[in-house]
T-cell receptor, first 112, second 118 residues
Framework: AQSVSQHNHHVILSEAASLELGCNYSYGGTVNLFWYVQYPGQHLQLLLKYFSGDPLVKGIKGFEAEFIKSKFSFNLRKPSVQWSDTAEYFCAVGGSQGNLIFGKGTKLSVKP | NAGVTQTPKFQVLKTGQSMTLQCAQDMNHNSMYWYRQDPGMGLRLIYYSASEGTTDKGEVPNGYNVSRLNKREFSLRLESAAPSQTSVYFC?????????????????FGPGTRLTVL
């Protein structure tokens, strides 16, 4: 069965620091990969997605992610975080039934 | 365009009570999903409906039933609530197989229902 691992449970950064959140998935075939963000008290919103093509994908709010097939990784990055980026971030891989298989999430706290 | 809507937003039940969580989408999506979110566990799939008239179990279906009432609506029922079902429940929809590679996995989420079972 497919699975997703997010290695950091809670990340604390100061504003303007760079961010990288790790995500690894287990499936070795064609994968569809996603990062979702959940701001406090809100529902999940799509940050970015990878289906095929350029392995460096850009999303909303200055986020980007790089798909590295050889490492089964899809890490999320942002060069300079803001206080408003405080949220929980979920990596997900597309399942065979159209569902999403989520990692356990990484909480990001940005100190002003 | 409201997207995905869920009712109620909050609910408190006593052990053994039943209730139905409602979900509707106005994006003409084929597929709909119910997830539960628990601290430190991410989101786990309860049930899904790949298309109108079909439903299938996900990772954690025990204690739940679903109905795909029509293309727009997908309800989740707890017949006899237990404290272990205290969670936040999210409904999601996706286009389903649309010919666009990978697009069928992209899901749109509702605002969630926070359920507490005492």
């Amino acid at each position: 069965a497919q699975s997703v691992s997010q290695h950091n449970h809670h990340v604390i950064l100061s504003e303007a620091a760079s961010l990288e959140l790790g995500c690894n998935y287990s499936y070795g075939g064609t994968v569809n990969l996603f990062w979702y963000v959940q701001y406090p008290g809100q529902h999940l919103q799509l940050l970015l997605k990878y289906f095929s093509g350029d392995p460096l994908v850009k999303g909303i709010k200055g986020f980007e992610a790089e798909f590295i097939k050889s490492k089964f990784s899809f890490n999320l990055r942002k060069p300079s975080v803001q206080w408003s980026d405080t949220a929980e971030y979920f990596c997900a891989v597309g399942g065979s039934q159209g569902n999403l298989i989520f990692g356990k999430g990484t909480k990001l706290s940005v100190k002003p | 365009n409201a997207g995905v809507t869920q009712t109620p937003k909050f609910q408190v039940l006593k052990t053994g009570q039943s209730m139905t969580l409602q979900c509707a989408q106005d994006m003409n999506h084929n597929s709909m999903y119910w997830y539960r979110q628990d601290p430190g566990m991410g989101l786990r799939l309860i049930y899904y409906s790949a298309s109108e008239g079909t439903t299938d179990k996900g990772e954690v279906p025990n204690g739940y039933n679903v109905s795909r009432l029509n293309k727009r609506e997908f309800s989740l029922r707890l017949e006899s609530a237990a404290p272990s079902q205290t969670s936040v429940y999210f409904c999601a929809s996706s286009p389903g197989t649309s010919g666009v590679p990978g697009a069928y996995n992209e899901q749109f989420f509702g605002p969630g229902t926070r359920l507490t079972v005492l």
